[in-house]
């Protein structure tokens, strides 16, 4: 089944292009079927990049999807245009009436700030405090995890000696989750940030469980009982050369920034590097969608219980 985007979004054209099958919403309206109702909230600087990264791996299911971007409002992306963001965005004045499905909340690049001194902290928080009763499954990615940790559970972020910067092997150590239903042993993700989370502080917060972790990138999958809220602190969703962007970027601004680890071959840094965890992305984001929003979600998205 395809995923319902607003049309003319600039994704489609790509997502097309990887054979990913796109409905716009002129087509949708045809159908007799109730779509999964899904809430992007993108924090990071480059939307068009990870509406298309994100669309990617929520369409990649059997399911139909709709699609709503959200943004924060009084915040001015540098990277998208104006229009973009007044012709595909909505801020949360438009949507707190309604119900989703599912929520996605992205990383951002605001990690080296306590979080009080984020722009847009007290808005973030008014919309994690709405989720609880307006959203099934809420997926926080990175910073996004990071920050819902810390706001529903009071967890710290911890910055580290250095940049945790490349593609690292994990392991699932909760075996009965369903979310990682049909993965290898060990499996890669990449990751790109300056702070963490202590696995001791999730470890005794009543209601979570660590889900998989890494021996060098630490813990990677986190979740409540239930899996109402999911915390990814990796970022699944890159495209190939997403870290060589980041990395390369640094650079030419004269930035202290080493070689994304297990990612160039050989640490060549003029060599294409290659994607060793795209099967993963896309079961990662099916397991979610499928076993926590789709089996899970009531049929009148306006009766989602409320999180307790």
């Given at each position: 089944?395809?995923?319902?985007?607003?049309?003319?979004?600039?994704?489609?054209?790509t997502?097309?292009?990887?054979?990913?099958?796109?409905?716009d919403?002129?087509?949708?309206?045809?159908?007799?079927?109730?779509?999964?109702?899904?809430?992007?909230?993108?924090?990071?600087?480059?939307k068009?990049?990870?509406?298309?990264?994100?669309a990617?791996?929520?369409?990649n299911?059997?399911?139909?999807?709709?699609?709503?971007?959200?943004?924060?409002?009084?915040?001015?992306?540098?990277?998208?245009?104006?229009?973009?963001?007044?012709?595909?965005?909505?801020?949360?004045?438009?949507?707190?009436?309604?119900y989703?499905?599912?929520?996605?909340?992205?990383?951002a690049?605001?990690?080296?700030?306590?979080?009080?001194?984020?722009?847009?902290?007290?808005?973030?928080?008014?919309?994690?405090?709405?989720?609880t009763?307006?959203?099934?499954?809420?997926?926080?990615?990175?910073?996004?995890?990071?920050?819902?940790?810390?706001?529903?559970y009071g967890?710290?972020?911890?910055?580290?000696?250095?940049?945790?910067?490349?593609?690292?092997?994990?392991?699932?150590?909760?075996?009965?989750?369903?979310?990682f239903?049909?993965?290898?042993?060990?499996?890669?993700?990449?990751h790109?940030?300056?702070?963490?989370?202590?696995?001791?502080?999730?470890?005794?917060?009543?209601?979570?469980?660590?889900?998989?972790?890494?021996?060098e990138?630490?813990?990677?999958?986190?979740?409540?009982?239930?899996?109402?809220?999911?915390?990814?602190?990796?970022?699944?969703?890159?495209?190939?050369?997403?870290?060589?962007?980041?990395?390369?970027?640094?650079?030419?601004?004269?930035?202290?920034?080493?070689?994304?680890?297990?990612?160039f071959?050989?640490?060549?840094?003029?060599?294409?590097?290659?994607?060793?965890?795209?099967?993963?992305?896309?079961?990662?984001?099916?397991?979610?969608?499928?076993?926590?929003?789709?089996?899970?979600?009531p049929?009148?998205?306006n009766?989602?219980?409320?999180?307790?």
């Amino acid at each position: 089944m395809p995923i319902k985007i607003a049309n003319g979004l600039p994704a489609r054209k790509t997502l097309e292009s990887e054979n990913i099958f796109v409905m716009d919403e002129n087509r949708a309206t045809t159908q007799d079927i109730r779509p999964l109702k899904i809430l992007i909230l993108n924090l990071m600087p480059t939307k068009i990049t990870t509406e298309t990264q994100l669309a990617r791996l929520l369409g990649n299911t059997p399911l139909q999807i709709e699609v709503e971007l959200l943004a924060v409002s009084g915040w001015v992306p540098k990277h998208t245009s104006k229009e973009h963001m007044l012709t595909f965005y909505k801020v949360f004045d438009d949507i707190k009436d309604q119900y989703f499905d599912g929520m996605v909340i992205t990383g951002a690049p605001v990690e080296l700030m306590d979080f009080e001194e984020v722009d847009y902290w007290r808005e973030l928080c008014r919309i994690m405090d709405w989720s609880t009763s307006h959203v099934y499954s809420t997926l926080h990615i990175c910073w996004g995890a990071q920050a819902a940790l810390y706001h529903h559970y009071g967890i710290p972020k911890v910055v580290l000696p250095e940049k945790m910067f490349g593609v690292f092997s994990h392991r699932v150590t909760h075996r009965g989750s369903i979310l990682f239903r049909g993965f290898d042993d060990t499996f890669m993700v990449p990751h790109s940030r300056h702070t963490t989370v202590r696995k001791e502080d999730i470890l005794k917060t009543k209601g979570l469980k660590i889900l998989a972790e890494s021996e060098e990138a630490g813990v990677y999958a986190v979740s409540t009982d239930e899996g109402r809220r999911i915390f990814i602190m990796g970022h699944s969703e890159y495209d190939t050369e997403t870290l060589a962007s980041e990395y390369f970027r640094d650079k030419e601004a004269g930035l202290d920034i080493s070689v994304p680890k297990n990612y160039f071959p050989g640490d060549d840094d003029s060599r294409r590097p290659s994607c060793d965890w795209r099967s993963g992305a896309n079961l990662l984001y099916s397991n979610w969608l499928n076993y926590f929003v789709y089996q899970s979600t009531p049929y009148d998205i306006n009766t989602v219980p409320p999180l307790k």
